[in-house]
């Protein structure tokens, strides 16, 4: 059986926050670089980010990561990142992945405290129900009444997440509630960083003055 990889989307404008997100400082390094260096602590291979919005810029800053784990980090552009949305990226993502590849957890490129204990939960409940019901899953972290992120779709969704259009990731789980397996989770997986105020926000909640 094939393995899980992983699709971290961070191709968009930061628009609300002015400058790229992805670049803010969080403990020490850039932001994207912490959530990149999460996904390769945990049981997915290969770890595919996307890019789009200031790529030269972006990339470089992920420069000591791709040549650390050459065979594990791989940074693919998304040349269709200003038409808005998630669901070009998470093509794009799908694209570059192996053809082995039996998972995907896709992860936003803005959640910090999303951890390799988050992404290893999914894939466990991943592999624990798999040989029962085979590659037609979704398993997604809620917590309380609401769910979150990161996602894992088996390979089975994977032609429903390339369809043209922006339905994407949150169109299958509409379609499919069949075969969404929710994990339990802390508040974790509920914050992303949008705007100055949840900065300061994530930054009080990580235990940061």
Same mark, same amino acid.
């Given at each position: ?37 999460? $996904? %390769?602590? #945990?049981?997915?291979?290969? @770890? =595919? /980010?996307? !890019? *789009? ?5 972006? +990339? ?35 694209? $570059? %992945?192996? #053809?082995?590849?039996?998972? @995907? =957890? /896709?992860? !936003? *490129? ?5 951890? +390799? ?93």
């Amino acid at each position: 059986m094939g393995g899980v990889a992983a699709v971290i989307l961070a191709a968009g404008l930061s628009s609300r926050m002015g400058q790229p997100k992805q670049l803010l400082p969080w403990e020490g390094e850039p932001l994207l670089t912490h959530v990149v260096r999460q $996904a %390769l602590a #945990a049981r997915v291979d290969p @770890v =595919v /980010v996307v !890019l *789009g919005h200031r790529f030269g810029q972006i +990339a470089q800053a992920l420069l000591p990561l791709v040549t650390s784990a050459p065979d594990r980090v791989r940074l693919q552009y998304n040349s269709s990142y200003l038409e808005g949305g998630q669901s070009s990226s998470v093509r794009a993502g799908l694209g $570059a %992945l192996p #053809a082995t590849a039996a998972g @995907v =957890v /896709v992860l !936003l *490129g803005d959640m910090p405290l999303v951890t +390799a204990d988050h992404i290893d939960a999914l894939v466990a409940r991943y592999e624990e129900i798999r040989p029962a019901r085979g590659e037609r899953v979704v398993i997604v972290p809620r917590c309380g009444d609401r769910r979150g992120h990161p996602v894992l779709f088996g390979r089975g969704f994977w032609d429903d997440l390339i369809e043209p259009g922006d339905q994407g990731a949150r169109g299958v789980l509409h379609a499919h509630s069949e075969a969404v397996v929710e994990v339990p989770a802390g508040e974790e997986v509920l914050l992303d960083l949008d705007t100055w105020e949840d900065y300061a926000g994530l930054t009080r909640a990580a235990g940061r003055p």
